[in-house]
Nanobody
Framework: QVQLVESGGGLVQPGGSLKLSCAASGVVFSIYAMSWYRQAPGKERELVAGIDHTGMITNYADSVKGRFTISVDDAKNTVYLQMNSLEPEDTAVYYC????????????WGQGIQVTVSS
């Protein structure tokens, strides 16, 4: 059974950093692409960062390139999103997603976690 549980969110000042974690139970990273999405109030959910099932290809939203880094830890079965130089515009609920590679199955989603960037 796949379960995605995000942690590490909270309130941070502009320019600060946060590291989100996604504990991915039942997920084998070699067959799943992992992604972080976010949704701010009044806006559509958007892809923030993704890493493919090989761990060799990553992609980022233009708005976070150079500031955010997605990574996986196979031993801990955890996906991370390191967020640096945070801006108020980064305020959103962040969601972890697991999408089985070469499959038409629906992806799995975490419950979401709030990140608020404010002074």
């Amino acid at each position: 059974q796949v379960q995605l549980v995000e942690s590490g969110g909270g309130l941070v000042q502009p320019g600060g950093s946060l590291k989100l974690s996604c504990a991915a139970s039942g997920v084998v990273f070699s067959i799943y692409a992992m992604s972080w999405y976010r949704q701010a109030p009044g806006k559509e959910r958007e892809l923030v960062a993704g890493i493919d099932h090989t761990g060799m290809i990553t992609n980022y939203a233009d708005s976070v390139k150079g500031r955010f880094t997605i990574s996986v830890d196979d031993a801990k079965n955890t996906v991370y999103l390191q967020m640096n130089s945070l801006e108020p515009e980064d305020t959103a609920v962040y969601y972890c997603q697991a999408n089985r590679a070469y499959s038409t199955a629906l992806p799995y989603w975490g419950q979401g976690i709030q990140v608020t960037v404010s002074s």
